[in-house]
């Protein structure tokens, strides 16, 4: 693999404009085969579920594939996504999420590559790729790292109670009773988000979900053959989570707290254990006094970590036309899952993968988990769209007493999963189309048409915001609600505004191109920054982009003016730090977000700004 790869030639002539159609119901891209902009460089475009790929692992690809020009967006965090982009023969050529469950996409597995008999797959624990695999066999999607997430006990605090950790499910209980007995919260979590509600129910019985019985039921489920928990799997799971409720004292309050809340209460011995991340243990800074144990099963042979990977990727099966080009997609995968490529996502976090043969490195908190590695007992979470969400109202219903029983508590989620879905309306027509795709007279018509569209509804006199946080190419049609939020970034980016001189928007603009490593850092052509309100004069270097001119309709930018400049990006993580480099350190925050934004402009019945050809690139 990864051979050959400068013997691809690129045929296909890109979208150089938008196309302006008759009302709605007009065509939308096809899902064509973009070609690079040299003759002898492919393109391979890359959906990434969050921005913080942007970090690490985007500069990681570029640098691996020189030959190759990656076309990278953050798409939403959500398979819907890819479903609405398959819907209009769009797919990426790779496209990664991180909220998954095989149910979610089954209806059009078959345009994605059948990676099955690749050497890929064969590269993963047979434990761990069951759960990625059809009942036909078919294999279309493979996890990255693994994040793991399960109990984070304060050792410290029960050292000093003169307490054990415990190691089975009943030690747990009896911990519990204890800790309450001593004014002490035995057990906190974040029981009003979703994933908690979701995490905890399985985590607990993680044991009776992976017998033979359990395994069984997750196939059905997962190529789509029920729609029903099996009583024989999963009464005795709510049993549990029942006795977790009533024996840990979790009650309604613990439904309005947040992350924050719990590992404040956590961090200051007012809670002995809490459902954590290593991630969350390294950001609240509690690794320290912390061990992550598995969740308890009624042995210590049941116990198990529950686990979910960094994000889950796949491959469009357009490249199967072409071996050639499916040998370079493969290559590209390889990459992104190998040991080199995964410490790139996990940035110096403790790394697990489902990999045979890679090396797992880990820190003291984790001391407990090494055997658990070794045989193979980690849990990948069952993360259907149905699963977060009826997960949460079910939970949250035990918690209030709203399903008193385990018996109500099954029915209901059962219930729920049996409904059907209502088609949901159309909610506004886009009358035109534009392509995403980067050229170096102009940038990218979409980009544009959405951040020109921003300074309107912002009424700024000039706007810079990353391409990337246009989710790809713009179709012309009708969208529901649920759509107009898949044509930007799915996470949340703050909006600053404030005063900037010409000659400090020139500064900032130059630290922007030079930043490295941020959440927003330029990666390559199709993570340019977009301006809005004036134009912008760049060229290439082998160090990456330099500044040569600002214009402002056709004429140099005042650098001695003073502007009213709106920011789109990550303010704590790269923009904060750059506008007050650029002497801007006062700046607002606006409280509408950049999604609503647009979709609210796009529900009022306006369309999109015209595009602008914005940049230069020399």
Not at 554 to 577: C, I
Request: proline share 3%; with cysteine.
């Amino acid at each position: 693999m990864r051979k050959g790869i400068s013997l691809f030639l690129a045929g296909i002539v890109m979208l150089a404009g938008a196309v302006t159609l008759a009302g709605c119901g007009g065509q939308s891209p096809e899902g064509q085969e973009r070609q690079a902009k040299d003759a002898g460089r492919e393109q391979v475009s890359i959906a990434l579920w969050s921005d913080q790929l942007t970090e690490r692992y985007g500069p990681y690809l570029q640098e691996t594939f020189p030959e190759v020009d990656f076309e990278f967006y953050v798409a939403t965090n959500s398979t819907d996504f890819y479903a609405y982009k398959e819907e209009h023969g769009d797919l990426p050529d790779i496209l990664t999420v991180r909220r998954f469950a095989l149910s979610d996409v089954a209806a059009w597995k078959d345009s994605l590559m059948d990676l099955s008999g690749s050497e890929l797959a064969g590269a993963f624990h047979p434990s761990y790729l069951r759960s990625y695999t059809y009942s036909d066999g078919t294999v279309n999607w493979l996890p990255t790292w693994a994040e793991v997430d399960s109990i984070l006990v304060n050792e410290k605090l029960l050292e000093a109670k003169g307490l054990g950790i415990p190691t089975n499910y009943r030690e747990f209980l009896d911990l519990c009773e204890t800790l309450k007995n001593m004014g002490i919260r035995p057990f906190l979590s974040n029981f009003g988000a979703d994933y908690t509600c979701m995490e905890i129910l399985q985590g607990f019985s993680i044991a009776r979900l992976n017998s033979q019985e359990g395994r069984e039921w997750r196939q059905r489920y997962e190529s789509g053959q029920t729609d029903q928990l099996s009583e024989e799997v999963w009464m005795p799971v709510f049993e549990r989570m029942r006795e977790l409720i009533d024996c840990a004292g979790i009650g309604e309050a613990d439904l309005k707290g947040d992350t924050a809340s719990v590992f404040a209460a956590y961090g200051s011995h007012k809670a002995a254990m809490i459902r954590g991340t290593c991630g969350e243990a390294g950001r609240y800074e509690v690794e320290g006094e912390s061990v992550m144990i598995p969740y308890p099963g009624d042995t210590k042979e049941d116990n198990w970590y529950l686990t979910y990977p960094a994000f889950q990727v796949a491959a469009s099966a357009r490249a199967d036309e072409n071996p050639k080009r499916k040998e370079l997609i493969l290559d590209v995968l390889e990459a992104m899952l190998d040991q080199d490529g995964q410490q790139h996502i996990a940035g110096g976090q403790d790394m697990i993968t489902y990999s045979k043969g890679s090396e797992q490195k880990l820190s003291p908190m984790f001391s407990e988990m090494k055997s658990y590695v070794d045989d193979n007992r980690l849990y990948i979470r069952l993360a259907s769209s149905d699963m977060f969400s009826i997960s949460e109202m079910v939970i949250q219903g035990m918690i209030t007493g709203k399903y008193p029983d385990a018996g109500s508590a099954f029915d209901a989620f059962n219930e729920a999963m049996r409904s059907e879905e209502e088609e949901v309306p159309a909610a506004v027509c886009i009358e035109t189309e534009y392509p995403y795709a980067f050229q170096d007279d102009g940038g990218s018509p979409a980009a544009s048409a959405v951040i020109n569209s921003l300074r309107e509804e912002l009424d700024a006199q000039l706007l810079v915001g990353q391409s990337s946080n246009v989710a790809g190419n713009i179709y012309a049609g009708e969208y529901t609600q649920e759509e107009l939020g898949f044509l930007t970034i799915g996470e949340t980016v703050e909006i600053l505004r404030c005063e900037m001189t010409g000659g400090q928007l020139y500064e900032y603009l130059d630290n922007v191109l030079a930043a490295e490593g941020k959440r927003g850092s330029v990666v390559n052509d199709s993570t340019l920054y977009v301006s809005s309100g004036f134009e912008m004069e760049l060229r290439r270097t082998d160090q990456g982009y330099d500044l040569e001119r600002l214009t402002l309709e056709g004429r140099e930018l005042d650098r001695d003016h003073t502007y009213d400049l709106a920011v789109l990006g990550n303010e704590q993580l790269m923009h904060g730090d750059i506008l007050a480099e650029a002497g801007a350190s006062e700046y607002e925050k606006v409280e509408l977000s950049f999604k609503q934004l647009i979709a609210d402009r796009l529900a009022e019945g306006r369309q999109l700004a015209e595009p602008t050809d914005y940049i230069i690139l020399h």
